[in-house]
């Protein structure tokens, strides 16, 4: 029953700003822990950001200073602001969220394009 709805993507040239959010529908607790991963062309999928339900963040390196995640625990919903977007970051962004070894979803993903 449990779905993660993401939105926001689409389209931006280099340096522009986009906002991603991810909602969970289904569920009447706030997950542990929630982050987004993104998927490039030819690409493993790899981390960009998690919060824990505390608060606590990890970011990855490539995109420190410039991402900001953020949840809503009361709306099960995360965010990513994403500033001074560059083409490498051009991926499809994956919502993830995990509530301890009992739940681990994942969004159907949204295409952020970023172009030079």
């Known amino acids: 029953q449990v779905q993660l709805v993401e939105s926001g993507g689409g389209l931006v040239q280099a340096g522009g700003s986009l906002r991603l959010s991810c909602a969970a529908s289904?569920?009447?607790?706030?997950?542990?822990?929630m982050g987004w991963y993104r998927q490039a062309p030819g690409k493993q999928r790899e981390l960009v950001a998690t919060i824990t339900r505390s608060g606590s963040t990890n970011y990855a390196d490539s995109v420190k200073g410039r991402f900001t995640i953020s949840r809503d625990n009361a709306k099960n919903t995360v965010y990513l602001q994403m500033n001074s977007l560059k083409p490498e970051d051009t991926a499809v962004y994956y919502c993830?969220?995990?509530?301890?070894?009992?739940?681990?979803?994942w969004g159907q993903g949204t295409q952020v394009t970023v172009s030079s």
């Open positions: 289904g569920i009447i607790f706030s997950f542990d822990a």
């Open positions: 993830n969220a995990r509530h301890y070894s009992l739940i681990n979803k």
